[in-house]
């Protein structure tokens, strides 16, 4: 059976082309630690470890690569910042469309005594801009939303929330989980506190590496949450105060780190503006044919405007769960249904408490691709009898 690989929301596959051979061989071939070793394979590590930092600065015109943090993904990031940031008596304001990488460090926070406010968003997943400012208070300390949603695609204007923030002397991070790859991000335009990102959806990289850009007045800021050693600064039993070490306690992944370098680099030179554009003509492509579908919503934006090339489905006469079931069973088509991690984002759309079967269009889908899921589609839901 073909299979057709579509839940590049969840992770993009395939990667970067030669990512595997590129990590395999830095397992057998190299494998050393940066920062412990005073040999010169550990000296060509750190200066890929660096490059990588300093890649990571000029996609997101980035201005200083040591306060570019690896984390173990966007999760941990988000946490770092919300946790670390954080203290009792502040206040956070987060949006309607968050994941719980998000929204779950948030609430968890409240035991601390940390207030939290959620801003409204519509039924396409646009940011109540009135009410967003209505919530601002005299302890408001952070703002943190997602950029692009991840159930439907829906991107929120960064750069009148980041303008706001400035206005109000206010930290702003942003979750770029579903944007960094697909969207141009630049740091300083947005007027970013924070800018949180994984490797291996957009980027293209593998599983299990992350980062966090952080502005000085972030650093200054922020505790850190991960005590440990940092290979420098030894003598102490407190973290070092200098960066990037001071939030990046134990070992790196340095075979993440490999393979994002590599994939940065062909993500960069593909460009995000080419890549967001075909993940959009396939998108377009995808939601004009199940437009004309009897008894099959789009959830959230009807067009290419504004998005992502995630589309979910809300199937009213079908099960979600079944549909998503026969296009893996029967046609190997791979989707993912349910509420994404996204209860908040699922509530602003109106797929509460059933989901939608979600469509992630990747770098390396075809158009193909698309006819054949919308024929699959036709076939369960009897259009073509
Ligand atoms: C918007 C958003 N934020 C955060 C995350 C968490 O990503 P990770 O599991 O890589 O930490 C995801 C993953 O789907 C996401 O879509």
């Not at 690896?70 to 990031?77: A, D, E, G, L, N």
């Not at 987060?94 to 940390?114: F, L, T, W, Y």
């Not at 249904?337 to 797929?351: D, E, V």
């Amino acid at each position: 059976m073909r299979k057709t690989y579509l839940d590049n929301g969840s992770t993009s596959f395939p990667k970067a082309p030669g990512l595997g051979g590129v990590m395999s061989d830095f397992i057998t071939n190299v494998g050393c630690n940066v920062g412990r070793g005073g040999y010169e394979s550990a000296y060509n590590l750190a200066e890929v470890v660096l490059e990588t930092r300093s890649l990571l600065c000029e996609l997101f015109n980035f201005p200083d690569e040591r306060n570019v943090v690896f984390t173990p993904t966007i999760t941990y990031s988000l946490n770092f910042v919300i946790k670390g940031l954080l203290k009792p008596g502040d206040h956070v304001i987060m949006s309607a469309m968050e994941h719980n990488a998000v929204a779950r460090p948030c609430i968890d926070m409240e035991k601390q005594g940390v207030e939290v406010s959620i801003a409204k968003c519509d039924e396409e997943g646009n940011l109540d801009f009135e009410d967003f400012e209505s919530l601002f208070r005299p302890n408001t300390k952070l703002v943190v939303m997602t950029h692009a949603s991840n159930v439907a695609g829906t991107v929120i204007d960064a750069g009148r929330v980041g303008e706001i923030c400035r206005q109000k002397g206010v930290f702003f991070a942003l979750d770029a989980a579903q944007s960094a790859g697909a969207i141009d991000i630049d740091f300083e335009a947005l007027n970013l506190s924070a800018l949180c990102i994984t490797g291996h959806k957009g980027l293209l990289g593998p599983q299990g590496i992350g980062a966090m850009l952080l502005s000085e007045e972030m650093v200054q800021e922020l505790d850190p949450v991960i005590c440990g050693g940092t290979g420098s600064a030894s003598h102490l039993l407190t973290m070092p105060e200098f960066m990037p070490d001071k939030f990046e306690a134990g070992t790196l992944n340095l075979p993440g780190i490999v393979g994002l370098h590599h994939s940065l680099k062909y993500v960069m030179e593909k460009g995000p503006s080419d890549i967001l554009r075909h993940e959009l003509a396939l998108a377009g492509k995808f939601m004009e044919e199940v437009k004309k579908m009897p008894g099959v919503r789009i959830a959230g934006r009807q067009n290419t405007e504004g998005r992502v090339g995630t589309v979910s489905l809300d199937f009213t006469e079908f099960d979600n769960a079944d549909i998503s079931f026969r296009l893996d069973s029967e046609y190997g088509i791979m989707t993912r249904c349910g509420l994404h991690c996204a209860p908040l984002a699922h509530k602003s759309l109106n797929t509460y408490p059933q989901g939608t079967v979600r469509f992630a269009f990747g770098n390396f889908n075809t158009e193909e691709d698309v006819d054949y899921a919308v024929s699959a589609i036709r076939d369960i839901i009897g259009l073509t009898k």
